[in-house]
């Protein structure tokens, strides 16, 4: 058997497989989200190692001896957040700071100009959603985390890091590529710490995990008596890319969670010229193994999951019935005004951190609480929808498009995607696309099992009403777009 952590935004979660890739026992422990001020979201690190382990102590009860089977086990986590800890005692000094967090946006603007390069030697762009700015934020305003660099006992790292020293009985200090590289300073051609990255942001390697690959001897985790090991550590969004087996070329998979990430492999840079069209997506690394490395063209959308619970939050409503309501709103609702989701700031092909949401359109001041949350659901479809015309700008042909997550199970929405994008949409079988992705590449190449569950299918349609509200959003967004490019430009 296989035993995945899937360590998301809100929740630590243990599942294990067989070798046929059948779910076999799992656990779940929520986690805190906290948001200390609107740019701020961050949640406790000791908190989120305590509820990987009390998540681990539930699966080993329900397997019991069976526990023996284990043969390997993996780490998936949120791929940008940050923690810094001590080395001698392993206690976080810092909280871990969320890929949404934007608190150093202000200091990451001033390396605007160096967009290019920054870009070159790490495939994404310069966005305080990245690593390197939530590191030098806790160098500068935390007093613990000062000390232990004084002391020469500082950690600094992905969350992935932190938890592989805590979780791991050597407390190796290491990170894997992918999630190294949502740092900003991991050079994808060296796959290690870039000298010129370190030097242009003012900072050292010195209390950096060491770059390995993510297949790597990384240590033993305690499951109840027994000691498996480690052997896989990766992404969130890396592993789901693999729910279904090796992602094929033609396809956009998306993942719909807190944020919504789209990625399209493509061949590897080294060999094939970047089309300049793709300077407003990612290229990223999502699988590295040693000897090759697997590529994306990855486009996001900050406000998913986050944008409905925000949205949710002002109306007053219940975040649970709203979940309960989704399908039936998006089935029934009329009058729906138009969203421009700016939650955790716009992101691609804009990446504007600052960007407004609100309300536009002929219903926007008397739409009631389900139909405003009908467009927080449309305004998700319709940027994934203005990505898919980006990649398409940037050369990549695209025949599908593989959708997963928890917001996936809403037939709407998987509809309104297929009938916007004129792309066949496929749900994938797995609810837990995160976990069943890190089962795969522990379980491949030697032992790869055969997904035999079949997808939902999703067929294009001609739906005129859905059709013009996108087109009056995407005008509406552009506007918004263009007036804050505008104003930002007359400042002094």
């Not at 949640?43 to 509820?51: F, G, R, V």
């Not at 969320?98 to 390396?111: I, V």
């Not at 980006?390 to 997963?404: D, F, N, T, Y």
């Not at 995407?474 to 777009?481: F, I």
């Amino acid at each position: 058997m296989f035993l995945a952590v899937d360590q998301g935004g809100h929740a630590s979660r243990v599942v294990v497989f067989d070798a046929h890739g059948t779910q076999r026992a799992s656990a779940v422990r929520q986690v805190a989200m906290h948001q200390p001020q609107p740019d701020r979201v961050e949640q406790d690190a000791d908190e989120i190692a305590l509820s990987i382990c009390q998540a681990l102590d539930d699966v080993a009860g329900q397997l019991g001896i069976r526990c023996q089977y284990i043969r390997m086990a993996g780490l998936a986590t949120q791929r940008s957040n940050v923690v810094c800890w001590d080395r001698e005692t392993g206690g976080a000094l810092s909280p871990a700071i969320s890929w949404q967090d934007r608190r150093a946006q202000h200091w990451m603007q001033s390396f605007s100009d160096q967009r290019t390069k920054i870009r070159d030697f790490t495939g994404l762009l310069p966005s305080a959603h990245y690593g390197v700015s939530k590191i030098y934020w806790c160098l500068e305003q935390l007093a613990e985390v000062k000390t232990a660099r004084d002391k020469g006992t500082l950690a600094c790292g992905p969350l992935a890091s932190f938890l592989l020293f805590r979780l791991l009985k050597a407390n190796p200090f290491v990170v894997d590529s992918v999630n190294a590289s949502r740092t900003l300073l991991w050079d994808w051609r060296q796959r290690h710490w870039s000298a010129d990255l370190l030097n242009m942001f003012g900072l050292v390697d010195e209390y950096l995990p060491q770059c390995v690959a993510n297949r790597y001897p990384f240590g033993d985790l305690g499951l109840g008596n027994v000691s498996v090991p480690l052997t896989v550590c990766t992404g969130d969004q890396s592993a789901a890319l693999f729910a279904g087996g090796k992602p094929e070329m033609g396809s956009a998979y998306i993942n719909i969670g807190t944020g919504a990430f789209m990625q399209c492999v493509t061949p590897p840079t080294e060999t094939t010229a970047e089309n300049p069209a793709q300077v407003n997506l990612l290229r990223s690394v999502v699988w590295d193994d040693g000897d090759n490395a697997i590529q994306v063209l990855e486009a996001t959308v900050n406000g998913a999951g986050s944008a409905l619970l925000a949205v949710a939050n002002e109306l007053g409503i219940s975040v649970e019935d709203a979940q309960h309501q989704y399908a039936h709103w998006l089935a029934s609702t009329k009058n729906i005004p138009l969203y421009l989701n700016g939650v955790a700031g716009l992101g691609s092909p804009f990446w504007l951190p600052q960007f407004s949401s609100q309300f536009v359109g002929p219903h926007a001041d008397d739409a009631q609480p389900p139909e405003k949350m009908v467009a927080v659901l449309e305004s998700i479809v319709f940027l994934l929808c203005l990505n898919l015309k980006e990649m398409h700008s940037a050369g990549v042909s695209l025949q599908r498009i593989v959708i997963s997550g928890g917001l996936s199970v809403l037939d709407s929405l998987c509809q309104r995607l297929a009938d916007i994008s004129q792309l066949p949409v496929e749900r994938s079988p797995h609810t837990e696309a995160t976990a069943k992705g890190l089962a795969y590449l522990l379980a491949s190449p030697k032992q790869a099992w055969v997904n035999v569950r079949k997808t939902t299918r999703f067929v294009p349609q001609n739906t005129v009403a859905l059709n013009e509200r996108y087109q009056h959003w995407h005008r509406a967004l552009l506007e918004a777009v263009n007036k804050m490019n505008a104003g930002q430009k007359t400042e002094p």
